[in-house]
């Protein structure tokens, strides 16, 4: 539709000064730019009176074409003033409807209609009495000030948040007003010099006047800009005022970044953040280059955070009434702050601890499998064994029975390290390697030949943490199990090796002739599972070759990783 009144300009300027001419400007002005605009912002079930605004405004801006085209000038007027002042009730009807985003879009589509309409309807009566040059350079000017009101309406739609428009339309309004003061100071000097004496002020009086104005340019400046955010912002931070809302945001459980918009709006700052030591809680509005001012918060003697308030531009401390809001809110938002974070470590010790019986349940799992899992499949063998020689070898199937005494026994020992949640002994008397050595020390090949297992490890493998040790006992044991069970080779190796980080490295190569892709059972998900959980790595290279099992394991364990062994 903005197109659409482009084109239609286009027409009336090819139609001339005709009377087609005016009731195409007026058509584009007051029933299709108008129509487009009306379609950005729609907050929510349209009410009737909006509806009907609408209309009544169409149908008054069409007859406003109609009386132009016909030459009822003073009827036109009429009616153009009626459809201004419809629209403009609608604008404000629609303003104080919206909030939030909205809000913005229509402040945007404001900002883009107060610097496109009035300087393009200027620039337009120069126009008409300029010479022809002029006349198309000051049409270039205002056909490029014109965008202004498309470009606006883009951002409106599009991400109303890319700037604070507030804060665009404050400065566009300070900037135009000290622009009127300071030519209208230096003019009206110069006007009443020149009707005292009637001579024109020679240079150095005009010099002397340009330095006065911009003399008294920067305290104008302030008192401008204050006033200027007393109208658009709700003027001076009001203690009492700026609690009670405050208050309202914090009552109904709103989040930080809803408290700080309320503050920065009641102080007329350009920023307000949160701040716990280093960290930005919660920030609303931009900081920049702005003086900034810190109110600490304490509950009781605790301090639980700073408030951090950007001053306005050209402000170098806080004005007394924006200290007494500081002073007075700081200590409902040093309650409220410590309140959430209480819910907060609240909220996170109970995910510890659902994590944590979650982490529990798969640590007896994975232990029940690579623990017991061995042991029993021993026994198992032991059985067939035993009854295969009951009948013919008595004396050999009484001796095996009373080797699977031992490892039953040896089964019961590690039901209850699991119930109990130990670590393995071992780890405490002999270390990692020598606990490895043990474990894997009587482990067979399917077929019955011992497993010869060859050990690498650094002379100076220093005392590892818990966690860390923990995993890669089990996952090197496992490892080695899954070798002797399916690689059919009866050689392996083991290697440890520190790397930077520092991180333990671990890798456990066999023999054996690869020639099927691996599916991942409880072993290799187990072994990951494992090394994940404390930040390290694990990767499995299965070739023709051979299989190497390779983990990288930190040396500082992460909380995870305590919770699971703890």
């Not at 100071?185 to 002020?201: K, Q, R, S």
């Not at 700026?242 to 918009?261: I, M, Y």
């Not at 009951?390 to 390290?417: C, F, T, V, Y």
């Not at 023709?544 to 992460?558: V, Y």
Request: aromatic share 4%; charged share 15%.
């Amino acid at each position: 539709m903005l197109i659409l009144a482009a084109l239609i300009f286009f027409a009336a300027l090819a139609a001339g000064r005709s009377d087609l001419a005016g009731g195409l400007r007026v058509a584009a002005v007051l029933v299709v730019i108008p129509a487009a605009l009306r379609r950005v912002v729609r907050p929510g079930p349209a009410p009737s009176v909006m509806r009907w605004a609408d209309i009544l405004a169409t149908l008054v801006g069409l007859a406003a074409v109609y009386a132009t085209m016909a030459g009822f000038t003073r009827t036109a007027v009429l009616l153009v003033t009626v459809c201004g002042v419809v629209m403009l009730g609608a604008g404000l009807a629609l303003f104080e409807m919206t909030s939030g985003d909205e809000r913005r879009q229509v402040l945007w589509m404001i900002l883009g209609l107060v610097v496109s309409a009035p300087t393009s309807l200027l620039l337009f009566v120069f126009i008409s009495g300029a010479a022809p040059g002029v006349a198309l350079l000051l049409g270039v000017v205002a056909a490029v000030l014109s965008l202004s009101l498309p470009l606006a309406t883009a951002i409106a739609v599009i991400n109303p948040r890319v700037v604070d428009v507030r804060a665009v339309l404050a400065n566009l309004t300070v900037l135009t007003i000290m622009f009127a003061f300071g030519a209208a100071l230096y003019a009206g000097t110069e006007a009443t010099i020149l009707a005292l004496t009637g001579d024109i002020p020679p240079r150095g009086v005009r010099v002397l006047i340009a330095v006065g104005v911009a003399a008294g340019f920067h305290p104008m400046l302030r008192w401008v800009r204050t006033s200027v955010d007393e109208m658009l912002f709700g003027g001076r931070a009001d203690p009492i005022d700026t609690l009670t809302r405050l208050g309202t945001h914090l009552a109904a459980g709103s989040s930080p970044p809803k408290w700080l918009d309320t503050l920065r709006t009641a102080l007329a700052v350009r920023g307000v953040a949160l701040r716990q030591g280093e960290k930005i809680i919660a920030s609303s509005g931009e900081f920049g280059a702005s003086l900034t001012v810190v109110t600490e918060l304490r509950t009781d003697a605790a301090h639980v955070g700073d408030l951090v308030v950007a001053l306005p531009a050209d402000d170098l401390r806080p004005a007394p009434a924006t200290s007494a809001v500081l002073s007075l809110v700081s200590v409902p938002l040093a309650q409220a702050l410590h309140a959430a974070r209480l819910t907060e470590e609240l909220r996170a010790s109970r995910g510890q601890a659902v994590n944590a019986l979650e982490e529990e349940r798969r640590r007896m799992r994975h232990d029940l499998h690579d623990g017991l899992g061995p042991t029993l499949t021993g026994i198992a063998y032991s059985a067939d064994a035993a009854a295969n020689l009951l009948r013919s070898a008595p004396d050999d199937a009484l001796e095996i029975l009373r080797d699977l005494r031992g490892g039953a026994g040896e089964a019961i020992a590690e039901i209850r390290r699991i119930v109990y949640g130990l670590r393995p002994r071992a780890l405490d008397e002999l270390g990692l390697v020598g606990a490895v050595r043990q474990q894997i020390a009587p482990m067979r090949t399917a077929d019955g030949r011992p497993l010869a297992v060859t050990i690498h490890t650094p002379e100076d493998l220093p005392d590892l943490p818990a966690a860390v040790e923990v995993a890669a006992y089990r996952m090197t044991v496992e490892a080695v199990t899954n070798a002797a069970r399916h690689s059919g080779a009866a050689e392996a190796t083991i290697t440890f090796a520190l790397t930077p980080g520092p991180a333990l490295r671990i890798e456990v190569h066999d023999q054996g002739h690869n020639t099927a892709n691996w599916t991942p059972g409880v072993g290799l998900r187990s072994m990951r599972d494992r090394v994940e959980q404390i930040g390290g790595t694990l990767t499995v290279d299965a070739t023709a070759n051979g299989a190497t099992i390779t983990a990288n394991i930190p040396l500082d364990a992460s909380p995870s990783a305590q919770l699971d062994t703890n």
